[in-house]
């Protein structure tokens, strides 16, 4: 899938839009999720153009690799989150319901996550 420079990811990182930010650095930014799904609900993202993790791990650096690992744990250790446990989870595609085009790692914590994937509605 070619990148869309008008995702709603794309708008935050260039600040046409507002975002909480949680962390950044030069390569990564993080912000809560604008409807959470648990108390704590963070979107972690690069700054480069990547639609998903195939796409990501294909052309990105491996500073930027890095400084995206990283930085999904630095968001743990800052909101609170590493001895009461959490969830990283990515959507890609169709089958995983991605709604936004841009590379995004979702943190989930702050309360008992239930089961790690929900049965399909029939
Ligand atoms: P996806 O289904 O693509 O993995 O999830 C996209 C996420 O982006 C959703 O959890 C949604 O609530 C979040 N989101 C969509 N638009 C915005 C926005 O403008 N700001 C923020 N902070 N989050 C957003």
């Known amino acids: 899938m070619a990148y869309d420079d008008n995702n709603i990811f794309a708008k935050i990182l260039r600040g046409e ?3 909480k930010k949680v962390y950044e650095d030069e390569h990564t930014l993080a912000f809560h999720d604008i409807n959470p ?3 704590v609900h963070v979107l ?3 700054k480069g153009a990547y639609v ?3 796409d990501f791990s294909a052309k990105a650096s491996a500073t930027e690799q ?3 690992v990283r930085a999904i744990g630095q968001v743990a250790l800052q909101l609170g989150i590493v ?3 959490y969830r990283v989870l990515a959507n890609h595609g169709r089958d995983g319901h991605q709604e936004v085009p ?3 790692m979702h943190v989930f914590g702050g309360r008992d996550l239930g089961p790690m ?3 399909p509605r029939s």
Do not use: E, Y
Request: charged fraction near 10%.
């Open 37 to 39: 799904q648990a108390p």
């Open 66 to 68: 890095a400084a995206f």
């Open 102 to 104: 841009h590379l995004h």
């Open 52 to 54: 998903s993790m195939d």
């Open 117 to 119: 994937i929900g049965r």
């Open 44 to 46: 972690v993202i690069p």
């Open 17 to 19: 839009i507002p975002c």
């Open 83 to 85: 001895d009461s446990g």
